[in-house]
């Protein structure tokens, strides 16, 4: 009789049980995640009279892969560019909300009697949202179009950057038992230094990669490909000292800036799928259910501190980044659950045997009560603001509106900001590279020659000629490369200002390179002889060969650019709009109502109150379209509305959003919602808006004008400007200031 593997019977038991569970929960309308806990608890070993997993090592293995494989899908949905377009709102959001969860947990942990280490976990565990289960509660509800989502959407991004930030600081404090300042710094330290070499390298090699062998790759070739380049990122990051799942999410944060990312995230689906319904599993099977019962009562209180906690600190950090009331209420009961994230924390915990035996289970049943109620709370979310707009004393809410509408408009840089912008990241850029440079040649390469080449004097030699050869192109960026120049010019020509603080900046920056040579050096050489080699060296290469470096240096920085922006789409909306008015982009279906029809037949502006910002047709751009414009089918049209607005036209639209942009741009990206303050010095003070040709002259259109306190939403084109109105206009950023020469 052939003998079956238990590892292979376990499997088949885990996937019937979360089978037959996922199915119930689909059928009434439950999250999966909740379907796949609850098989966990039945095939797990707390249950007497269900089958039970025999080989928990092996499950255990599994689990840790699906971890992985869930962090990978993470990471494509994650990028780097989207955490730096995010803006001001959902960074100010997330960080308010983080902090306040992290203090309440570890506040409601302390009033729980638990100990320290558990108060910490409970902290991190209760500050992260759980991206998977929002995006389902928004599909289901049909909020997506509307304006807090991509504020919840942004939110979320910043989140996940914070809890990996959190499994590299448990991991340290795990370790040592005990809060450690100096290491937990060190680990910050080491995991910026570490993120930005990933990402930097990452970005150059691995998309001129996928595009040199973009012939070869049919979708198995880039399936196998792709969880290959996980791995491989999984074993550098165990290497250096952090988990795995760090290693999975940066690499899957990576592929998401290559023009693959959407290829490679449809392949991954199913193997991402099967092996984080084991993970889930295996989150189940860790509950006793006893232990639920006895726990009943901090499970109910640590629930209502997520969903109070998270609608009060998400809501703060929504008001304070300058939102208006109504989009900080629906921010703030969008984030009111804990997920995915908060496992792996809790399991971090229990496996490193950090935290008592409780935290996991508590965790995982406060997950299932606070998505259950997320949907609910999405769907009144609007109600609350309601009822909060009526309580509230007018006093709050004048106040609350005038900070609002004072964080909008244009914000201007100066000339000091952008030049220490620039070279802050010059510096930390190049001295990551530097750095990263030295320790691999000292660790690797010199051993290599040293060993297969030549030993001895002439080894050395060999290693540091080499050495040098790779550093100078960055020592050039880092100490000689003029960087905004335009900026730097009006700094260096304005007699206001003096040039002490520049030529310190310079200086600063020469000796910075001549410290990287000389620490280079001085692992081969005595202190004074490698601070003399390092000098002639320096000044050596710098002077003579700055032309050649500079050219070099050019081409490998068009390169990472140009990966880092083949996938860039060519829209641009803005972050804060007035009066709860947002841009959405609808696409025309072929069988809409819509399709060869002009604007001026249409009358949407009449009918919906919205405005045509936009339409993309093909690789033509058409701004502030006429009104004999007309729609053809699969048009992108930009159009400016309130959320009632906007849902009340989409279905005119009926089409699916595709994902097709183009990157050769009027400037779509320069298209967004400005606001100018008319005086009587304008140019367009004292005349007809018909008259005033803002449309010729910003490629745009008036939406509103702020009169006196009144708001006037689609001003009629006789309105005539007057001193002090505040004029809001949808066009060409790059337009619209000249209004106010």
């Not at 409601?108 to 509660?137: E, H, K, Q, V």
């Not at 370790?175 to 570490?194: C, D, H, P, R, T």
């Not at 919906?608 to 053809?632: S, V």
């Amino acid at each position: 009789m052939t003998h079956l593997p238990v590892l292979i019977s376990d499997l088949g038991l885990i996937l019937a049980a979360g089978g037959i569970t996922t199915l119930i929960f689909k059928k009434i309308k439950q999250p999966l995640v909740l379907g796949y806990i609850l098989a966990g608890i039945i095939v797990g070993p707390y249950l007497n009279f269900t089958p039970t997993v025999t080989d928990h090592k092996s499950i255990t293995t599994w689990a840790e892969v699906g971890v992985i494989f869930l962090l990978f899908s993470l990471g494509l949905e994650f990028s780097f560019k989207k955490l730096a377009k995010v803006g001001g709102s959902a960074g100010i959001t997330a960080l308010v909300d983080v902090l306040g969860m992290f203090a309440l947990g570890y506040c409601t942990a302390t009033l729980l009697g638990w100990s320290n280490m558990d108060r910490l976990f409970l902290g991190g565990i209760m500050s992260i949202s759980s991206t998977t289960i929002i995006m389902r509660a928004f599909d289901e509800l049909s909020v997506k179009h509307k304006k807090f989502a991509s504020l919840v959407f942004g939110v979320l991004i910043v989140e996940d950057l914070f809890a990996i930030l959190m499994l590299v600081l448990f991991s340290t404090l795990a370790a040592n038992s005990q809060f450690a300042g100096g290491e937990a710094l060190m680990s910050i330290l080491k995991l910026g230094f570490f993120l930005t070499l990933w990402f930097l390298a990452g970005i150059f090699i691995i998309p001129s990669f996928l595009k040199a062998t973009k012939k070869l790759m049919n979708d198995e070739t880039m399936l196998i490909v792709s969880l290959a380049l996980c791995l491989t990122m999984v074993l550098l990051a165990v290497k250096v000292g952090f988990s795995p799942a760090l290693g999975a999410f940066i690499m899957g944060s990576i592929l998401a800036e290559t023009t693959q990312a959407e290829r490679i995230e449809h392949l991954i689906t199913s193997v991402k799928n099967l092996f984080a319904a084991v993970f889930f599993v295996s989150v189940g099977m860790m509950i006793d259910p006893k232990i639920l019962v006895n726990q009943a009562v901090p499970v109910l209180v640590i629930s209502m501190s997520v969903i109070l906690g998270k609608f009060i600190f998400s809501g703060l950090g929504a008001l304070l980044s300058g939102q208006p009331l109504k989009t900080a209420v629906q921010t703030g009961l969008s984030l009111t659950q804990i997920g995915e994230f908060s496992f792996i924390i809790a399991t971090l915990g229990l496996t490193l045997k950090a935290t008592s035996d409780i935290l996991y289970p508590v965790t995982v049943a406060v997950s299932a009560l606070t998505t259950f109620t997320t949907p609910y709370l999405i769907k009144y979310s609007e109600s609350v603001y309601n009822l909060l707009n009526k309580i509230l004393p007018q006093k709050w809410l004048d106040a609350m509106s005038r900070y609002s509408t004072s964080t909008e408009g244009i914000i201007t840089l100066s000339d000091w900001k952008i030049l220490l912008r620039s070279y802050i990241v010059n510096t930390i850029t190049h001295s990551v590279i530097i750095i990263a440079i030295v320790l691999l040649t000292s660790s690797y390469l010199h051993p290599f020659i040293t060993e297969n080449i030549t030993n001895g004097t002439n080894g050395v030699i060999i290693s540091v000629i080499v050495s040098f050869l790779i550093m100078a192109p960055f020592l050039w960026a880092l100490s000689i490369r003029r960087i905004e120049r335009t900026a730097y010019a009006h700094l260096w020509l304005n007699k206001r200002y003096t040039r002490g603080p520049l030529i310190a900046i310079e200086i600063f920056r020469i000796a910075l390179g001549v410290f990287f040579v000389g620490f280079l050096m001085y692992g081969f050489f005595d202190t004074w002889v490698a601070v003399g080699i390092a000098l002639g060296l320096t000044i050596l290469v710098m002077v003579i060969f700055s032309r050649k470096l500079q050219s070099f240096y050019e081409r490998m920085e068009n390169r990472f650019f140009y990966n880092l922006n083949a996938r860039e789409a060519a829209k641009k909306q803005p972050e804060i709009l007035p009066w709860d008015t947002h841009l959405l982009e609808l696409t025309v279906a072929p069988e809409s109502t819509l399709v060869g029809q002009t604007l001026v037949d249409l009358a949407v502006r009449e009918k919906y109150g919205i405005n045509i910002a936009m339409i993309e047709r093909g690789k033509i751009m058409i701004p502030t379209p006429k009104a004999n414009e007309r729609l053809y089918p699969n048009d992108k049209v930009l159009v400016i509305g309130t959320d009632d607005q906007l849902a009340s036209v989409k279905p005119l639209f009926e089409g699916e959003h595709t994902e097709a942009q183009d990157e050769n741009t009027f400037p779509k990206q320069d298209m967004s919602l400005q606001k100018i303050v008319i005086n009587s010095k304008s140019p367009i003070f004292g005349q007809t808006i018909r008259n005033s040709g803002i449309r010729e002259k910003t490629q745009g259109l008036v939406v509103g004008i702020e009169r006196n306190g009144q708001r006037i939403l689609n001003p009629d084109s006789n309105l005539v400007f007057e001193n002090e109105d505040i004029v809001w206009i949808v066009g060409n950023n790059k337009r619209i200031p000249e209004l106010l020469k």
